[in-house]
């Protein structure tokens, strides 16, 4: 592969927005992310609590199948707090500290067997959302953490059925269910293996939809990652976590784009 082939396909137009951002936030007044201390994106002591926390849990995606879900740290605290900031107020300098989660994440689902070749599929936002921000958060995740993904879903129109635009946390996992289609798969994935790649995962219906998807298209699902876990401990969309080490040596996930052809 040539170094033309390897390097990203990444749209100037989302590419030259996320660098607008960063000159900006580089410019402009900043307040720490976590603690609101002034002229540092994220001071030290908040930086540090962004040392991984990983954590593990099996996602039932339908009765008798299963996938090993892994998440880098708990969506609370300076984690909860950067990835809003990141999200909401385009503050993409985030995206770098960030990174440390998101690899512990990864390090564990590329630890399976079966991942070791595995595509590193993102799980898309809304359209709506893409505009709004112009860019997706994942995918920026992603390249600041200097990994390629392959853009294999895009997210089809949600349904606006009742309780659309309440709180995610306020609705049963029914009804997100219902109010979501599945995405649409936009790549060639049939007999690949697939890590699914999400920011925040909390009943796990997104990440459900999209291996959903792939598995119609002829993908393999071997695991799915997440850069925190929101702390649910009790309900219906409650996923059972368990704590653990992060993995001493950390694994190859992939480092460069996809071909274009899988």
Not at 33 to 42: F, I, P, W
Not at 162 to 173: E, H, I
């Amino acid at each position: 592969m040539t170094s033309s082939e390897m390097r990203p396909r990444w749209s100037l137009g989302v590419r030259a927005r996320e660098a607008l951002l960063d000159v900006a936030a580089l410019v402009a007044p900043v307040d720490c992310a976590g603690c609101g201390a002034h002229d540092r994106a994220l001071c030290p002591p908040c930086a540090a609590q962004l040392a991984p926390a990983p954590r593990t849990a099996l996602l039932e995606v339908a009765p008798g199948w299963s996938i090993p879900l892994a998440a880098g740290t708990l969506y609370d605290g300076v984690a909860r707090a950067a990835i809003l900031a990141l999200k909401e107020e385009g503050r993409t300098e985030l995206a770098r500290p960030l990174r440390l989660p998101l690899l512990a994440a990864l390090d564990l689902a590329y630890a399976h067997p079966a991942a070791r070749a595995a595509l590193l599929v993102p799980v898309p936002g809304s359209r709506a959302a893409l505009g709004r921000r112009g860019f997706q958060p994942v995918e920026l995740l992603a390249r600041r953490a200097g990994l390629a993904v392959t853009r294999a879903l895009e997210l089809a129109a949600e349904h606006a059925g009742p309780g659309a635009g309440s709180s995610q946390k306020q609705r049963s996992l029914a009804a997100r269910t219902a109010e979501r289609r599945e995405p649409l798969v936009t790549r060639e994935v049939r007999g690949r293996a697939v890590v699914l790649l999400d920011d925040v995962v909390t009943s796990g219906a997104t990440l459900r939809a999209a291996a959903r998807a792939l598995r119609a298209a002829g993908a393999e699902i071997v695991g799915a990652a997440a850069v925190a876990a929101t702390p649910r401990r009790i309900g219906e969309s409650a996923i059972r976590w368990h704590s653990i080490a992060a993995v001493s040596e950390p694994i190859a996930v992939p480092s460069h784009t996809d071909p274009e052809r899988p």
